[in-house]
């Protein structure tokens, strides 16, 4: 194995009775990379971590940290690396620095160094606010802050880190992504969480697992370029249309939602459309077409065409969360949607849009005969009574 590489997984399965957590992963990832380890839940991913730091063993293949491998030398591996669970398995009734004092003699830091360890590791935390606390009496982003401490004590060249975020607050992430900038120059950084924007903003390379197998390894661009689409949002004015002067005017019908889905499937037979979330004077509208073209200059035309007020149109690159839906998601959430009933609840609604809206304008007289009608009745049942 080279030198550079410091994480590798060959042929690795893990494999609980019939189920296959992980299927024969195959990696390597090198000294300086920061690396994004994705997957939904259940894809595998905290079991190869688990595999990596030596806390359960592969049921077959083979895993080597640093040159160790974690079978025939476990304490090797777990000597160089700083691994963070995705909940800091810690003692409730120790305080801070008792727990961050524990932590240092277990890892054999010298007597020396280990004060200035433990001062550098809570101004990279931000723990100075907790050292007079019990670690019980902190709240869930101050304990994950002390997980992190105790993982980056004795400045491993190893970084496994579980969901290192998840219960930090927006400004404790910012600083974490920065630092994770900072120290992935000179060490190596395996990364699993569930915010694809930092992965975006941290991690130069992505390896995405589903169902225990890798599905996609590289750049967050260069997998965004692989999809093959390219994201358009066009928002229209819903109330207003305009007139052949080009002046827009308000509508008395409105814009209809289907009549623009029509003309835009119309305009690119090969588009993907949805209405995204808006108020009720916008149809913000997503389109998703082939990245071969850009078709700005069509979706224009086609809202001067028909009269449409055009508020805004742009063209996005797709993001990591779209292509991450693609590669995890894929038939599988159609098929349990199928099954829940809630997709073709969806499409029955689509298509009775039109009839519900015909039902909202009727007839205020026939109404009226209709209460006029259930009074009578409960009239005559009260009678009889």
Same mark, same amino acid.
């Given at each position: ?16 009775? *019939? ?15 920061? &690396? ?22 592969? *049921? ?14 476990? #304490? ?8 963070? !669970?995705? @909940?800091? !398995?810690?003692? !409730? ?13 277990? @890892? ?8 200035? *360890?433990?001062?550098?590791? =809570?101004? =990279? ?16 982003g101050y304990r994950q802050r002390v997980g992190l401490a105790q993982a980056l004590l004795h400045n491993p060249p190893i970084l496994i880190l579980d969901e290192p975020t998840s219960d930090l607050d927006p400004n404790e992430k910012a600083e ?22 930092? &992965? ?6 992505? =390896? ?5 197998? =890798? ?15 390219? @994201?358009? &949002? ?41 209405? #995204? ?12 077409? !082939? ?9 224009? *035309? #086609? ?5 449409? &007020? ?36 969806? %499409?029955?609604? /689509? ?5 519900? %809206? ?9 109404? /009226? ?17």
């Amino acid at each position: 194995m080279s030198t550079d590489v410091m994480i590798e997984a060959r042929d690795l399965s893990k494999v609980y009775g *019939s189920y296959r957590a992980i299927d024969r992963l195959n990696f390597k990832i090198k000294k300086g990379e920061v &690396v994004g380890f994705l997957g939904p839940n259940g894809a595998g991913k905290s079991t190869t971590m688990r595999i990596l730091t030596c806390f359960i063993g592969p *049921s077959s293949g083979t895993a080597i940290v640093g040159g160790n491998d974690v079978f025939a030398n476990p #304490l090797g591996a777990r000597s160089i690396v700083g691994y963070l !669970p995705q @909940r800091a !398995p810690l003692y !409730p009734e120790m305080g801070v620095i008792e727990y961050l004092q524990f932590a240092a003699n277990i @890892r054999a830091i010298p007597q020396l160094e280990r004060k200035m *360890s433990i001062r550098k590791v =809570i101004d =990279i935390c931000g723990l100075a606010d907790a050292l007079e606390k019990d670690i019980g009496e902190l709240s869930h982003g101050y304990r994950q802050r002390v997980g992190l401490a105790q993982a980056l004590l004795h400045n491993p060249p190893i970084l496994i880190l579980d969901e290192p975020t998840s219960d930090l607050d927006p400004n404790e992430k910012a600083e974490f992504i920065e630092y994770l900038k900072a120290i992935g120059k000179d060490r190596t950084v395996m990364l699993s969480t569930h915010n694809l924007a930092e &992965v975006e903003a941290s991690c130069p390379r992505v =390896i995405i697992v589903s169902r225990g197998k =890798i599905v996609a390894d590289g750049g967050p661009t260069d997998l965004a370029a692989r999809s093959g689409k390219a @994201r358009y &949002v066009m928002i229209l004015d819903e109330q207003s249309r305009t007139s052949p002067s080009g002046s827009a005017h308000r509508s008395s019908g409105g814009l209809p939602l289907g009549e623009v889905l029509e003309g835009i499937r119309q305009t690119i037979p090969s588009a993907e459309t949805k209405e #995204l979330p808006s108020d009720e004077r916008e149809h913000v509208i997503q389109i998703l077409a !082939p990245s071969t073209k850009d078709f700005r200059r069509e979706l224009f *035309s #086609l809202a001067v065409d028909k009269g449409w &007020v055009l508020l805004e149109l742009r063209r996005e690159v797709i993001q990591l969360e779209e292509v991450f839906r693609d590669l995890t998601v894929g038939a599988e959430a159609g098929s349990r949607l199928d099954k829940a009933g809630i997709r073709r609840a969806a %499409e029955e609604d /689509d298509e009775d849009e039109d009839d519900d %809206e015909d039902e909202d304008d009727q007839d205020e007289d026939g109404e /009226d005969e209709d209460d006029d009608d259930d009074k009578e009745e409960d009239d005559k049942s009260r009678s009889k009574s």
